[in-house]
């Protein structure tokens, strides 16, 4: 069974609409992360909360919101959405984010904005 | 700040070839450097981590040695398999992944 839990897989959206990434993760990790993928930027780092607190946040843009309601959700809010915000999306979780720790990864949600 | 680089985006080899993909780093610490692998479909999963107290780390037959020399961590396998098929990352800390190597193994 998958530890860490994104839903949904696939997301199809319209140029200027606000979608919500959810991630679950179910290993009693206290650190959680949300990356990005695409053609243009293979892995790319966006956030990462330590006891559902913000602790890095290295997207330019407000658009992208991570929402913490509960120790083990990370969802992540984008509003306003642009066809360049197309890409894969993947949470991942740590024990704990000491920076060096292994990192969990879901599967991803694949956004595309039309 | 720190960094990491890989310079090959795609290794394409046949099957019972050697596998070698090249990652440097920059950092002024000693850090822990790691190796992910993403096979199509999937997120990325931890091939190995290498630590300043072991510098090898050796998993399902990949291995890779911390150089602080040259401040490198390459990637190594004797003979790879049609499965092996993935893209390979290095990591710097988790804000810090490569651009990834895509290796294709063909029959």
């Known amino acids: 069974d998958p530890k860490i839990i994104q839903k949904p897989k696939y997301l199809v959206a319209v140029t200027g609409s606000e979608k919500i990434l959810i991630c679950e993760q179910y290993?009693?990790?206290?650190?959680m992360y949300w990356y990005r993928q695409s053609a243009k930027k293979p892995l790319e780092f966006m956030f990462s909360?330590?006891?559902?607190?913000?602790?890095d946040n290295q997207t330019a843009s407000s658009r992208f919101q991570p929402q913490s309601s509960k120790k083990n959700h990370l969802d992540l809010q984008i509003t306003a959405l642009k066809p360049d915000d197309s890409a894969t999306y993947f949470c991942?979780?740590?024990?704990?984010?000491?920076?060096?720790?292994?990192?969990?990864f879901g599967h991803g949600t694949k956004l595309s904005v039309l | 700040g720190d960094s990491v680089t890989q310079k090959q985006g795609q290794v394409t080899l046949s099957e019972d070839d050697f596998l070698f993909i090249n990652c440097t780093y920059s950092?002024?610490?000693?850090?822990?450097l790691l190796w992910y692998v993403q096979y199509p479909g999937q997120g990325p999963q931890l091939l190995l981590k290498?630590?300043?107290?072991?510098n090898k780390g050796i998993s399902r037959g990949f291995e890779a040695t911390y150089d602080k020399g040259t401040t490198s961590f390459h990637l190594q396998k004797a003979s790879v398999q049609e499965s092996d098929s993935a893209v390979y990352f290095c990591?710097?800390?988790?804000?810090?992944f490569g651009t990834g190597t895509k290796l294709q193994v063909v029959p």
């Open positions: 990591a710097l800390v988790y804000q810090r």
């Open positions: 950092t002024t610490t000693y850090p822990t």
């Open positions: 290993l009693g990790h206290n650190a």
């Open positions: 290498v630590t300043t107290a072991n």
């Open positions: 909360y330590s006891y559902q607190k913000l602790m």
């Open positions: 991942a979780s740590s024990q704990e984010r000491t920076g060096n720790e292994r990192l969990f």
